[in-house]
């Protein structure tokens, strides 16, 4: 694959681990192009709003050599092309959201009749009932001309997918980690056929495993892909959650699909309804309620991104964790970043808890409100 030399400084800076999209957007916004970022001293570094001296110093150290080459070779070894925000090809949708990924890794198609995108999840350990339901909405809103959106894991994912492929419609896979291999490995199959019919993306590099770390981010590009969001079986603390909370920051419609009141596989469907969600029983009901949806927002304006302000009342180090959670962070991650004792650090994240500075995720992650 042939990259421009911006597209190769871009891939070099989304190699850097710990760079996420908000503080890739600060980056690019304080220096002007990527380029200019891996040439920055310390110094000009510390600029940056928020920005440390123990994380300047991580950056410019990991930017000294990030492995462009290698990362290149895997894109082209796997047939994977990349997709730059702000640019021809990106797609309209996940362009509107705050934090959308710089940089889109995909195998296989984008295109334009994409924007008419549903995304359908729910539960990995699904009933019959849910498999069922997940297929047949997935085939009847592939064959009304909406291209279905998941994330390949077992369960409702895999159904949506396949119901999909079974009309013959467009679908389009959000993995965790990188393109190098399919997770998870008993769908490898069926990865073939979405990138086939549609596409498999991600914002990870090649190489990058699945950590359950990546799995809340990778929920926002679902729902940021999507003009609205069904889920289909989700329990108490099912990711479908997450993704059906992001979809509704990110104002998109959030459909439900109602489940036995004493089954387990459906509580967290039902909690959904019970605080708002729109309940649908098949494709037409979704359809139905989708053409009374307003347009969604324009693209942002990402290469102007706003930098978040501290709220007030946070001392020096509830100040630090603050700045370190510009991206979701795992505690052990900030404990390391932050050279804090994790009984310190739990205590202080628990205090940023009750002021609603921050919020704890499922995988013992948090991230600010």
């Known amino acids: 694959m042939t990259l421009s030399d911006d597209e190769r400084d871009l891939l070099a800076l989304h190699l850097v681990t710990g760079i996420g999209p908000r503080l890739t957007a600060a980056l690019l916004d304080h220096f002007g192009s990527a380029s200019a970022v891996l040439q920055a001293s310390i110094s000009e570094l510390l600029e940056v709003p928020f920005l440390g001296t123990k994380v300047a110093e991580s950056l410019q150290r990991a930017m000294e050599n990030p ?156 729902s940021g892909l999507s003009r609205a969001v069904v889920v289909i079986e989700a329990a108490e603390r099912s990711g479908a959650l997450i993704t059906a909370r992001l979809a509704a920051e990110q104002g998109r419609e959030v459909f439900a699909v109602p489940g036995p009141v004493d089954n387990a596989a459906s509580a967290g469907t039902l909690q959904l309804l019970r605080k708002g969600a729109t309940m649908v029983r098949n494709a037409d009901d979704i359809l139905e309620d989708l053409q009374e949806l307003p347009a969604l927002a324009e693209p942002r304006a990402h290469d102007v991104p706003l930098v978040a302000q501290p709220p007030p009342g946070l001392d020096d180090v509830q100040l630090k964790i603050w700045q370190a959670l510009a991206e979701r962070r795992m505690v052990d991650d900030l404990a390391f970043e932050l050279s804090i004792p994790i009984s310190d650090l739990t205590r202080q994240l628990t205090t940023l808890e009750l002021k609603k500075v921050i919020r704890r995720l499922p995988a013992n992650v948090y991230e600010r409100f």
């Open 67 to 222: 492995d462009v080459v290698k990362e290149c070779e895997q894109i082209d070894k796997h047939g994977v092309h990349l997709r730059v925000l702000g640019r021809a090809g990106y797609p309209a949708n996940l362009a509107t959201i705050d934090d959308a990924p710089h940089l889109l890794f995909c195998k296989g198609t984008l295109e334009a009749c994409d924007e008419q995108a549903i995304a359908i999840v729910g539960s990995r350990a699904c009933t019959s009932y849910g498999k069922r339901i997940a297929e047949r909405i997935g085939a009847d809103l592939a064959r009304a001309g909406w291209t279905v959106v998941s994330g390949l894991a077992r369960g409702i994912d895999g159904c949506a997918h396949r119901g999909a492929l079974s009309a013959k419609g467009r679908t389009i896979a959000v993995l965790a980690g990188g393109l190098s291999k399919t997770y998870p490995p008993e769908h490898a199959d069926l990865a073939d056929e979405v990138a086939a019919s549609g596409a498999l993306v991600t914002e990870s590099c090649m190489l990058i495993e699945p950590m359950a770390t990546l799995f809340p981010a990778r929920n926002r590009i679902i």
